[in-house]
């Protein structure tokens, strides 16, 4: 009886050691007597005792090898260390378990041979500015040469491209220089908007000064206008007040005679009276000396 119960543990055991419990985003390939029985996806499963085993769990999340810089040379013989990353994600484990063996150094040399192929047809220029085109070429034939192993290459990108420290120094220098005639360019484009923005200012002062002036020679002139209109108009209402009137020849040719005696108050030295006021001083005269 104790033999049985024993038994009986021992089974026990044995048939919870061989539970499994696949979990999310994972894939257990089963052999059964060595050969490949199936492939159990996520869920609760058991192994039969002796007969099957697990021969790979495999991942099937997306992955990222980083890969230590490579040596390449461009096509105009420059000799660089570039550094890969690849994006990559198993697909199907049964290929993927018995497609090659040691995948990740696979892909680490296909990805060396890949890169030193696609930078020889570059020159060093096109290397430094066509990242794009060679993380897509790149990408391209690894997917490609990766489907038989059960592996999809999702992205491919070049993390670091390390030219020769000479050539990064005259690259430096060249960069300098670059920046140096830009700057040039943006001071002298800078000197020339203020010289255009000072000229038009003076010309703007310019033509208000000349438009100010001009306004003022108007309203002088025209101040000068109002002023003799007034005067031509004071006149001839003097001279209409004077006809409506009707003076006597006798106080006009007083009145003419007060006008020349205004007249020779001035500066001028010689003085034409007509010989109308003479009648009237020689009659002034006559009436004074009747009077002594």
């Known amino acids: 009886m104790q033999i049985f119960l024993i038994v009986l543990l021992i089974l026990a055991i044995i048939i919870v050691t061989r539970i499994r419990i696949v979990q999310q985003a994972r894939a257990y390939v089963i052999e059964r007597l060595g050969a490949y029985k199936t492939t159990w996806g996520v869920g ?32 105009d013989n420059v000799t660089m260390q570039i550094d890969t990353v690849v994006y990559f994600q198993v697909t199907d484990p049964k290929l993927f378990t018995y497609g090659i063996e040691q995948p990740m150094i696979a892909i680490e040399n296909l990805s060396a041979t890949t890169l030193r192929n696609i930078i020889g047809e570059l020159e060093l220029d096109e290397c430094l500015t066509s990242r794009d085109v060679i993380n897509t070429k790149m990408r391209s034939i690894l997917d490609e040469a990766t489907d038989p192993w059960g ?107 007060e006008a ?21 001083a020689g009659l002034a005269e006559g009436v004074i000396s009747s009077v002594k």
Not at 46 to 74: G, M, N, W, Y
Not at 272 to 279: A, D, L, Y
């Open 44 to 75: 609760i499963h058991f192994l039969v005792p002796f007969i099957e085993r697990v021969a790979k769990v495999v991942s099937l999340k997306e992955q990222v090898a980083d890969f230590p810089p490579q040596p390449v040379i461009t096509k």
């Open 151 to 257: 592996i999809k290459v999702n992205r491919v990108e070049l993390k670091n491209i390390l030219p020769p420290e000479a050539i990064r120094n005259a690259m430096e220098k060249q960069m300098k220089a670059e920046r140096e005639r830009r700057e040039a360019i943006l001071r002298a484009e800078g000197e020339k908007q203020s010289a255009i923005l000072e000229a038009e200012g003076e010309k703007e002062a310019a033509i208000l000064r000349a438009d100010a002036k001009k306004q003022q020679q108007i309203l002088e002139a025209q101040g000068e206008a109002e002023a003799l209109l007034t005067v031509q108009r004071a006149t001839a209402e003097g001279i209409k007040l004077i006809n409506e009137a009707a003076p006597s020849d006798a106080v006009l040719k007083l009145k003419s005679l």
């Open 260 to 280: 020349f005696a205004s007249a020779a108050n001035g500066s001028a030295n010689k003085i034409i009276i007509p010989s109308e006021i003479q009648g009237i």
